[in-house]
């Protein structure tokens, strides 16, 4: 196994591949805005860790206070993505990058680490089997599935919001809540646009671009949170497919 690891810093952050499985040698406006978000993030102590390769492993962490997430709770990080992909698994890279996570809040004087779950494993979701592995225990839950998983070490617990437990909003067209975390989400959301205008579709794509707004959130998010009729829906990013079912309802 490739122990060579590197952590994004201010200084490396306009150089380094940000690993997001994306490959393009061109500029990427998703590439590009997630380097505009982390420039903003890092100095709150936000954890960018991978690989020191061109390859998808990789784990992204930050203190609970400033984690743009619906969760309270004192003294936690959040993990917002561990992703190990292609070749690379199987290797123990998964592991090393969560022993790194559970170390560092242990450094810190952490009171745990928490992740974003579900009942039933979803995608865009990290493996939550393999959190289970290190002792994360369910710490909260919502009507339709999505767990809050923790790591506690002194036995206190983080809880999704109540506004992320409402899941309704007052608007009944489609609306999407997104920040620019994930490198996907410029071209996701451009392509639902899109489609939208084309079809005749009333959308609201409400862009999170503060601390404030993602602890508001009336749903729980990762960086993605979809509605419609006022309902909510998912965190999953949407092709075009599962943006159709979901207007069929």
Same mark, same amino acid.
């Given at each position: ?10 200084? +490396? ?43 998808? #492993? ?13 969760? /309270? ?10 992703? #190990? ?33 579900? *009942? ?6 990290? %493996?939550?089997?393999?959190? *289970?592995?290190?002792?994360?225990? #369910?710490? %909260?839950?919502?009507? +339709? ?15 999704? /919001?109540?506004?992320? *437990?409402?899941?309704? #909003? ?28 084309? +079809? ?28 419609? *009729? ?8 949407? %092709? ?10």
């Amino acid at each position: 196994m490739n122990t060579d690891f590197i952590n994004i810093t201010t200084e +490396n952050l306009s150089s380094e591949h940000l690993c997001c499985i994306i490959r393009s040698k061109k500029e990427h406006q998703g590439i590009e805005a997630k380097r505009q978000w982390l420039s903003g993030r890092l100095n709150e102590g936000h954890v960018f860790r991978k690989l020191n390769a061109k390859a998808t #492993v990789f784990i992204e962490y930050a203190p609970l206070e400033t984690a743009w997430v619906p969760i /309270t709770g004192d003294n936690y990080y959040y993990v917002y993505c561990l992703w #190990v992909l292609g070749g690379d698994k199987g290797k123990g890279y998964g592991r090393s990058l969560m022993e790194y996570c559970i170390d560092d809040a242990g450094e810190k004087g952490k009171s745990g680490i928490c992740m974003l779950g579900a *009942k039933k494993q979803k995608s865009w979701l990290s %493996d939550q089997s393999f959190a *289970k592995k290190f002792g994360f225990k #369910v710490a %909260d839950t919502t009507d +339709n599935g999505y767990e809050l998983l923790a790591l506690s070490f002194d036995g206190t617990m983080p809880r999704f /919001t109540k506004n992320a *437990k409402a899941q309704k #909003v007052e608007n009944k067209e489609l609306t999407i809540y997104y920040d620019m975390q994930c490198p996907f989400i410029c071209q996701n959301i451009e392509m639902i646009k899109q489609y939208c205008e084309t +079809n005749s579709i009333p959308a609201s794509l409400i862009q999170i671009d503060t601390l404030q707004k993602a602890k508001e959130l009336p749903c729980v998010f990762n960086n993605y949170g979809v509605f419609y *009729k006022g309902n909510f829906e998912t965190v999953n990013l949407l %092709d075009i497919a599962y943006l159709e079912r979901i207007l069929k309802k």
